[in-house]
């Protein structure tokens, strides 16, 4: 099993930043894939950025140039800084992991972010 355990959503105005951090513990794969994924109300549940254990990034359109992933030497820790945010990025930010080429996602509770105009 593998815990995932989100922090730093809140509220902020537009344009402002925000720095999310999820903490894994647990049985964690030593190559992985972890990342970040948003649901806003009314729509599914998309990618955000993701990180592997060997630094490979993907980012979303709609992030690029305005978030960075990143994590920990311990690779157990994975961070998304978010800048020059918009109401569009109002949604709950949850935290995923899997091993790399496994079947199985492991979530986090999620974090709420929100962006007011």
């Known amino acids: 099993q593998v815990q995932l355990v989100e922090s730093g959503g809140g509220l902020v105005q537009a344009g402002g930043s925000l720095r999310l951090s999820c903490a894994a513990s647990?049985?964690?794969?030593?190559?992985?894939?972890m990342g970040w994924y948003r649901q806003a109300p009314g729509k599914q549940r998309e990618l955000v950025a993701i990180?592997?254990?060997?630094?490979?990034?993907t980012y979303a359109d709609s992030v690029k140039g305005r978030c960075t992933i990143s994590r920990d030497n311990a690779k157990t820790t994975v961070y998304l800084q978010m800048n020059s945010l918009k109401p569009e990025d109002t949604a709950v930010y949850y935290c995923?992991?899997?091993?790399?080429?496994?079947?199985?996602?492991?979530w986090g509770q999620g974090t709420q972010v929100t962006v007011s105009s």
């Open positions: 647990g049985s964690i794969a030593s190559n992985n894939v």
């Open positions: 995923n992991t899997r091993r790399i080429g496994g079947l199985r996602d492991y």
């Open positions: 990180i592997t254990t060997y630094g490979s990034t």
